[in-house]
């Protein structure tokens, strides 16, 4: 599923709306800068699936704290 794009400046006047294509449609969200891709924004279930495949990346971003 391709992500739907929005700049910062949407995500600051959009939030709920944003937040909630994301957690009831499932809806991946870009979000952007100056056309630079800063984020992604997707599902909690999404990364939550991610981190209990990959438990090494978790491992990685706590030890780079």
């Known amino acids: ?8 400046i949407d995500l600051r ?28 924004l997707v599902p909690a279930e999404w990364f939550e699936q991610y981190i209990a495949q990959h438990p090494q990346a978790s491992d990685a971003d706590r030890n780079a704290a």
Do not use: V, W
Not at 33 to 39: C, F, I, Q, V
């Open 1 to 8: 599923m391709e992500p739907k794009t929005y700049s910062t």
């Open 13 to 40: 006047k959009q939030m709920g709306e944003i937040l909630d294509r994301t957690r009831i449609a499932g809806e991946p969200a870009a979000i952007t800068r100056r056309g630079k891709t800063l984020a992604y």
